[in-house]
């Protein structure tokens, strides 16, 4: 298969005035083109780290990333992050905030806008786009800081427990839409979650990482060919 990211032995060593922490060890895997894969482990055990780490927010320790092939250090415009917190823009109307990143990134061309447009349209924002964030629900919220990273058309999406705020019913409802709105848009996605059945009914991959330093501990391959046929053997 298609290699689109690749993670090799990642180590974070986080100095602070206490002394240091090791954070992650010797962390390597690869995303293939258009996978979901699902990162879980105990509370602490280095998950935000390390997509802060693929991000280029965060600096590593050790180790490479490689992006299509390519070697990155810092941040990569092919990869978007959505992180706990939607991170709208309260003082801006919901046009101006899924426009923001293109405005920031100084792509806001005739056809960028329209693929914004057809996206509130398609994901039913469009009538909601001149409201301010604090007038829409929560689902909805995400679904514009969803769009507003999609704008600028990244090829690989990182959520940090992105869903995590919301109550259970929206938190269904919201993980359902999005997951088929990154489907449809062939987005390749990297997901933190506590979750455990949102791992296992959304993604092709779960890598398990060990408690603190975080290591791949286990990397389970979710086969709905095998499922589905033992649901039927039962
Ligand atoms: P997780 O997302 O799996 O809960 P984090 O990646 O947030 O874990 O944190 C991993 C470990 O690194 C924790 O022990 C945390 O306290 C520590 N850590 C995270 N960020 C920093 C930082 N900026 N400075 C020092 N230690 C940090
Ligand atoms: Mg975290």
């Not at 003082?91 to 005739?110: A, D, H, M, P, R």
């Not at 990297?190 to 959304?202: F, G, N, P």
Request: net charge neutral; hydrophobic share 35%.
């Amino acid at each position: 298969m298609n290699k689109i990211l690749e993670v090799k032995n990642i180590s974070k060593l986080y100095q602070n005035k206490d002394g240091e922490i090791l954070a992650l060890k010797n962390v390597t895997f690869r995303l293939n083109k258009g996978e979901f894969v699902s990162i879980i482990g105990p509370s602490g055990c280095g998950k935000s780290t390390l997509l802060s780490i693929i991000s280029g927010l965060e600096e590593k320790t050790e180790g490479e990333i490689y992006i299509e092939g390519d070697k990155v250090e810092g941040i990569c415009n092919k990869i978007g992050y959505m992180l706990q917190r939607d991170c709208l823009l309260e003082w801006k109307t919901i046009y101006s905030n899924v426009l923001f990143g293109l405005e920031v990134q100084n792509k806001k061309s005739q056809e960028n806008i329209e693929y914004v447009e057809k996206l509130l349209k398609k994901y039913n924002l469009y009538e909601f786009k001149d409201k301010y964030p604090s007038e829409l629900s929560g689902g909805m919220r995400q679904r514009a800081a969803l769009i507003r990273t999609l704008a600028v058309k990244p090829k690989i999406l990182l959520l940090d427990e992105a869903f995590s705020a919301l109550d259970y019913q929206t938190r269904i409802m919201v993980t359902n839409d999005i997951y088929s709105i990154l489907r449809k848009e062939n987005i390749t996605a990297l997901i933190v979650t506590h979750d455990i059945s949102e791992a296992i009914s959304m993604s092709d991959r779960i890598l398990v990482l060990s408690k603190r330093p975080g290591m791949i501990k286990d990397i389970h391959k979710i086969d709905f060919e095998i499922e589905r046929k033992n649901s039927n053997e039962l």
